[in-house]
C-alpha cells in the first residue's frame, strides 16, 4: 500500500546518502533558521515524497532544516494560498506540480492567487508523465486502453476513476479519455495521489490517473496495471508501455514538478535556492531515488522557469477551451 511510509523511508533514504557520503557545498547557508516546504496533497503520494528528498538536500545549504508540511485542500489550492500569504524572508516555499500554477486559472473561476503575480517561480525539479492505471476492479483480461473503453461501455455503473483533485491535470486527463471516447465516466476526487491509490489497489474504484511515480512502484509489484502514459512519447521507465496517442486517443501532456517563493522575497535569497536545486538535482543518490518513481531531473534558471511557467498557462487556454470542460466554482 503506497502510505505515508514511503515518505519516510524515502526521506530516511536521502538522510542516510548523506551520512554516506555527500558532500555539501562549502558555501554560506542562506537561511539561519528553519525553512518550510509546502506540499498541497497528502502524505504518502508522489510530490510528498520528493519534497521530502529535496528538503534533505536543502538541510544546512539553503536552511538549518527544511520541514515539509501537508496542507491539504482544494485539489492543491490551500498549499498554494499558504504560500502565497506566507513570510516573505525565504523561510516558507512551495513545491507542486505543474498544474495548481498553470492550468487552473482556466479551470476554476474564482482563484485565491495569480500565479505570475503571488509567486516567484524558482526552479523545475522533475518531470514525469502521467499515467492511466487500472486495478482489481477490472477484470485482468483488460490490457488495453480500447479494452477498457469497451469495459466501461459494458459496465457503466462502475465506469469511475479517481484524480487526486477537482480540477488538476489528472482530472483533466479523465475527462479527455471520456470525450475522446464518447463514453460517460465518474470522476471521484481525493486529497491526493496516495489516498487514490490505495482505492484503486483496493477494488474500490476502476482507475486513476496519477504521475508515474505514484503508480509505478504499484504496478511493479502487480497491485495494478498502468495502460497508457499520456505523454508525447514512451517513458525511458517503461518502455513497454504504449502512449494515448498509440492507443487512439489524441492526449499528450507531460508535466513537472518545480519550487516556487512568495513575491516580495528578496532577488539574493531567491538566487541562492536557486543555486541549492541546482546543485539538488545532479546528485547522484537523488536522481537514483527518483528514477525509482519514474521522475526525470530537470532545471532551468529562475528567468527561464518563469518565462516557461506562461507559456505554459498560455498553452492550456485553448486545450480547456477545445475540451468542452465546464470551469468549476
Known amino acids: ?8 523511508v524515502g526521506a530516511l533514504a536521502g ?8 558532500t555539501r557545498p ?19 503520494g508522489g510530490t510528498d515524497v520528493s519534497a521530502r528528498l529535496f528538503g534533505e538536500r536543502l538541510r544546512g545549504v539553503y536552511a538549518p532544516s527544511v520541514i515539509v508540511e501537508n496542507k491539504v485542500g482544494a485539489a492543491g489550492r490551500v498549499g498554494v494560498e499558504v504560500v502565497k500569504n506566507g513570510p516573505q524572508d525565504g523561510s516558507i516555499m512551495l513545491f507542486t506540480p505543474d498544474f495548481p500554477v ?7 473561476k474564482k482563484l485565491n492567487y495569480d500565479p505570475l503575480k503571488d509567486l516567484i517561480p524558482v526552479a523545475p525539479v522533475t518531470k514525469s508523465v502521467l499515467v492511466y492505471s487500472i486495478g482489481p476492479a477490472v477484470p485482468k483480461e483488460v490490457i488495453t486502453m480500447k479494452a477498457f473503453i469497451d469495459w466501461c461501455r459494458a459496465n457503466p455503473d ?58 509505478m512502484p504499484l504496478a511493479q509489484d502487480g497491485k495494478c496495471r498502468i495502460l497508457a502514459v499520456a505523454s ?24 513537472w514538478t518545480g519550487v516556487l517563493l512568495p513575491a516580495g522575497v528578496p532577488a539574493p535569497i531567491v538566487t541562492a535556492l536557486s543555486a541549492a536545486l541546482e546543485k539538488a538535482v545532479k546528485t547522484p543518490e537523488l536522481i537514483e531515488a527518483q528514477a525509482k518513481f519514474g521522475n526525470e531531473m530537470t532545471f532551468m534558471p529562475q528567468a ?3 518565462a516557461q511557467m506562461q507559456r505554459d498557462i498560455e498553452r492550456w487556454a485553448p486545450i480547456v477551451k477545445a475540451s468542452g470542460f465546464v470551469p468549476e466554482e
Open 15 to 22: 538522510a542516510a546518502s548523506s551520512r554516506a557520503g555527500f
Open 158 to 215: 462502475k465506469a469511475s476513476y479517481a484524480t487526486t483533485g477537482a480540477g488538476g491535470t489528472p482530472h483533466f486527463v479523465g475527462v479527455m479519455v471520456a470525450n475522446a471516447a464518447k463514453i460517460a465516466m465518474a470522476p471521484v476526487h481525493y486529497r491526493g495521489g496516495g489516498p487514490a491509490m490505495q482505492d484503486l489497489i483496493g477494488g474500490h474504484i476502476a482507475a486513476s490517473v496519477n504521475p508515474s511515480s505514484e503508480a
Open 304 to 306: 527561464e522557469f518563469a
Open 232 to 255: 508525447l512519447q514512451r517513458s525511458r521507465f517503461m518502455p513497454d508501455i504504449p502512449t494515448m496517442r498509440e492507443q487512439g486517443l489524441d492526449i499528450a501532456l507531460d508535466t
Open 26 to 44: 562549502a558555501f554560506a547557508q542562506t537561511l539561519n533558521k528553519p525553512a518550510q516546504m509546502i506540499v498541497g496533497f497528502a502524505a504518502g
Open 1 to 8: 500500500m503506497f502510505t505515508r511510509r514511503h515518505a519516510i
Open 102 to 108: 498553470t492550468l487552473y486559472p482556466h479551470i476554476f
